[in-house]
């Protein structure tokens, strides 16, 4: 195993330090460091943080690897700075035995790039019919805990409550996507003003708010653990600040994009905007940018969505919804933040790691602790070219943006993923 000492890095925005990783942990911290044989980096400017965590990754594997394979998504992953990734199961097939998420959890061991936790479906086939082998995949060896169909609304609430239910007694979670499919019959983007203008059927914030309402108190009644995925209103911040309120066992995520972009980019058709949910309005933006300040939000989570051009190059109306998140989740974060790094450290790292109860992950570089972190250099901004993306697909929002922030290395579990901004295999 190689070693590597990192010379006069800020860890997690403190005063310079070294950190030297050796035996794939963090052996020693200090002024000073020395040991002949380690590579040495000099992280004068950067700033070290514990590797990130995405609790929200589609990967695409099995079935379309056109568009993402598990390897070329934990590659993304690394250049992004993640260590961890929960990978979602609506692949093909669905992931909702325990024979998927093993080959998905084998699929990222063989990729190497980042640790890859499957997240189990919660319905057979994401049909919201019946409940899918929860405890097999459970037991299974990707040890399955967090369960949800994404894509999909477990909608039934006596299949939700059962699933609570169920997972109550492994301590998992039921991580939902809030929309009731009702309210959103033929919807093409948000509901309000700009969808009246451009004559589009709306998406209308109730929609998400109500199924989240639903499940705060399913989830209160069961004494269960439920996870929002991707909060997009004012309206479901004020839902999520009353349940935690009353001590609901819940946690929410926001995506880089919704706390970034408004609806009025549908105006300009390009489906590249198209996502679920959709792009929402500036007042819910300053309603979530705060809710992830104050903690109501828990964590950033990107709901990486790669699309194959075919399915993305088309008319509005017939894209996939969904889009690119991982390669640059950290500079929108650095972007709407600003540099408050204890906190996207929180945000982005430590709090995902003990929702998905990633051991190893989420910690600080400290002596003993493995080194899963990664060097960002705060003052670089760089320009998206989509091509350039590790990605096999190209539907960045950020396209020639140019954005703060630039990840210079990584390590997973003292291995480099990513040296000098580039992915080391
Ligand atoms: N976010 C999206 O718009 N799409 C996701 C599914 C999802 O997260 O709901 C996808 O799998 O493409
Ligand atoms: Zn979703
Ligand atoms: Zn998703």
């Not at 086939?125 to 369960?147: H, P």
């Not at 979530?288 to 075919?310: C, K």
């Not at 430590?350 to 705060?378: C, F």
Request: net charge negative; charged share 25%; aromatic share 4%.
């Amino acid at each position: 195993m190689s070693s590597y000492l990192i010379r006069n890095v800020s860890v997690v925005g403190a005063a310079p330090t070294d950190l030297l990783l050796r035996d794939g942990v963090v052996a020693d911290t200090g002024a000073g460091l020395s040991d002949p044989d380690a590579t040495v980096i000099d992280g004068t400017g950067l700033v070290a943080l514990p590797g990130l965590v995405d609790l929200h990754t589609h990967l695409r594997e099995p079935g379309r690897e056109d568009a993402e394979t598990v390897e070329s998504g934990s590659r993304a992953a690394a250049l992004g700075g993640y260590t961890a990734v929960c990978a979602m199961a609506n692949t093909s097939p669905v992931a909702d035995t325990a024979g998927v998420v093993e080959q998905v959890w084998r699929l990222g061991r063989e990729a190497g790039l980042v640790d890859v936790q499957p997240i189990g479906a919660v319905t057979v086939g994401l049909a919201g019919e019946q409940l899918a082998e929860l405890g097999a995949m459970a037991d299974s060896a990707a040890r399955v805990r967090i369960f949800s169909d994404d894509g999909h609304c477990v909608a039934d609430p006596k299949l939700m409550r059962r699933a609570l239910e169920y997972v109550k007694a492994f301590d998992g979670i039921i991580a939902q996507h809030a929309e009731e499919p009702r309210l959103t019959e033929g919807a093409q983007m948000h509901e309000g003003e700009v969808s009246t203008r451009l004559g589009l059927t709306g998406w209308p914030a109730v929609a998400e708010e109500a199924i989240i309402a639903r499940d705060v108190l399913l989830a209160e009644h069961v004494g269960s653990r439920l996870h929002v995925c991707h909060v997009s209103t004012a309206g479901s911040v004020e839902v999520l600040r009353q349940a935690k309120a009353r001590g609901v066992r819940v946690t929410a995520e926001v995506t880089p994009h919704h706390l970034l972009l408004t609806d009025e980019r549908a105006a300009s058709y390009d489906p590249v905007f198209k996502v679920n949910p959709p792009l929402r309005t500036a007042t819910d933006i300053a309603a979530l940018r705060a809710a992830l300040v104050e903690g109501v939000i828990d964590v950033v989570a990107t709901d990486h969505a790669p699309h194959a051009v075919e399915d993305k190059e088309c008319e509005w109306a017939y894209a996939r919804p969904g889009m690119l998140g991982l390669e640059t989740a950290l500079s929108i974060a650095l972007d709407v933040l600003g540099p408050e790094w204890d906190l996207i450290a929180e945000r982005m790292s430590r709090t995902p790691a003990r929702i998905a109860g990633l051991e190893g992950h989420g910690l600080d570089p400290a002596p003993g602790v493995p080194a899963n972190l990664t060097l960002v250099d705060p003052a670089a901004r760089r320009t998206i070219e989509p091509a350039e993306l590790a990605s096999r697909s190209r539907n960045t929002p950020y396209a020639r943006m140019t954005l703060p922030g630039r990840i210079v290395a990584t390590f997973l579990r003292g291995e480099p993923t990513v040296l000098d901004g580039k992915a080391v295999k």
